[in-house]
């Protein structure tokens, strides 16, 4: 079992809805990214938390570590959003490396 | 600046040809990555630098070398190329506590 899940691993959705990616982690964190990847094209780093909430623009990232649990939602959503969304968590017995989830598929269409 | 740079774009090699690929920051950052990613597949780091000097093994090493002589460079040799290393290839940096910059991704193709 990968230590880092996502769900679902596809998601299409109209343009204007409200969107929500899971992310499940198996580990002791001492954080917790989300990156975002469009097709073709690089990597960037979305959020970076370890508690609570965080936003900006129309994402938002929340996490409970108790339950082990982070979503990113996104909110009126556009085809611009369409991109592999990616969480990937930082372990607390190694802050050096990331754990990797598959990423989340997101396809936004007008 | 530039950020993290990453050469070259493209590249197809011929079975057992060895080459290197490039990366360079210019935010002064002390780690830095290789990852590959294949098609429909997550992030497998390959090596990783947390100084000038300093290496270590991820998850995939084999079939890679680095080195890290400077803060700014952390190039990645192939040796002989084989079909399972085509791949997308990632160099990433940052500081301690910080998220990971990441470069604009080197496709390697292995014929």
């Known amino acids: 079992k990968n230590e880092v899940e996502q769900s679902p691993q596809n998601l299409t959705a109209q343009e204007g809805e409200f969107i929500t990616i899971n992310c499940s982690y198996s580990v002791g964190i001492s954080a917790l990214h989300w990156l975002q990847q469009h097709p073709g094209g690089g990597i960037v780093s979305l959020f970076m938390l370890s508690s609570g909430k965080k936003k900006h623009g129309r994402l938002i990232a929340t996490i409970n570590i108790q339950e082990k649990h982070s979503s990113l939602h996104i909110t009126a959503s556009h085809p611009r959003d369409s991109a592999v969304y990616i969480c990937?968590?930082?372990?607390?017995?190694?802050?050096?490396?990331?754990?990797f989830g598959t990423g989340t598929r997101l396809q936004v269409f007008p | 600046n530039a950020g993290v740079t990453q050469t070259p774009k493209f590249r197809i090699l011929k079975i057992g040809q060895s080459m290197t690929l490039q990366c360079t920051q210019d935010?002064?950052?002390?780690?830095m990555y290789w990852y590959r990613q294949d098609p429909g597949m997550g992030l497998k780091l390959i090596y990783y630098s947390v100084g000038a000097g300093i290496t270590d093994k991820g998850e995939v090493p084999n079939g890679y070398n680095v080195s890290r002589s400077t803060t700014e460079d952390f190039p990645l040799r192939l040796e002989l190329a084989a079909p399972s290393q085509t791949s997308v290839y990632f160099c990433?940096?940052?500081?301690?506590?910080?998220?990971?910059?990441f470069g604009p991704g080197t496709r390697l193709l292995v014929l």
């Open positions: 990937a968590a930082e372990p607390s017995r190694n802050t050096d490396k990331l754990i």
């Open positions: 990433a940096s940052k500081t301690p506590q910080e998220t990971q910059y």
């Open positions: 935010m002064n950052h002390n780690y």
